[in-house]
């Protein structure tokens, strides 16, 4: 064992000294960029931010759909779940299983209501969710026969085309702080050990 060790370790010292193959050049086949087909690729400022430090795009060319759909289902629940964050810290349903003397803070309901409350039926419901209406959504994105996001509840945007990218893309930037925000609120809950405002 001690022997192969050491000429494995020969082995890949010596490699070091070899000459380095030059690798292929990276040819593009396209001049069009992924960012060109979503709306999106701007940072907090407004202004033009394509952020793929991985490549993923080019990469997973295909994928690229189902990411823009996961970010906004993400950024969608992250929102909602930052207003639950907060809202339940001074409202509560009615009910002893939910009062404020069984459970003090927001950030102990998972593990107060996974042992004696509705944990195991919220996750099924979202599970059939997940079956009936986001497969299939998924599955028609990669189809190209629908737009990342859109179960068309249009009906409430506005109906220029420059208005309603303006509002997508208001969309996608504060699904992405309500993402980074839910991730603060609970560290900084647990931490602090106090409901909002967190210190």
């Known amino acids: 064992m001690k022997t192969a060790f050491l000429l494995a370790c020969v082995a890949t010292g010596a490699s070091a000294f ?3 193959r030059s690798a292929a ?3 593009k086949t396209s001049l069009a960029s992924v960012f060109d087909d979503y709306v999106g690729a701007v940072d907090f400022r407004g202004e033009k931010f394509e952020f793929d430090p991985l490549n993923l795009s ?5 994928w690229v759909g189902f990411f823009r ?3 906004l289902r993400h950024g969608r629940t992250a929102m909602l779940a930052v207003v639950g964050f907060v809202f339940t810290d001074y409202f509560r349903l009615p009910g002893d299983m939910y009062s404020f003397e069984t459970i003090p803070k927001t950030i102990d309901a998972h593990d107060a209501l996974l042992h004696n409350g509705p944990m195991w039926q919220i996750a099924a419901w979202i599970a059939l969710f997940d079956i009936v209406i986001t497969a299939p959504a998924i599955g028609a994105v990669g ?3 629908r737009e990342p996001g859109d179960f068309g509840w249009v009906w409430f945007g506005p109906s220029d085309k420059e208005a309603f990218d303006k509002k997508r893309v208001s969309e996608l930037m504060n699904g992405r702080l309500a993402m980074i925000a839910c991730g603060g609120i609970a560290t900084q809950s647990i931490i602090s050990g106090h409901g909002f405002p967190y210190v």
């Open 18 to 20: 070899a000459p380095a």
């Open 25 to 27: 050049p990276k040819i």
């Open 58 to 62: 080019e990469s997973y060319a295909d």
């Open 69 to 71: 759909e996961a970010e």
């Open 143 to 145: 189809a190209g026969e």
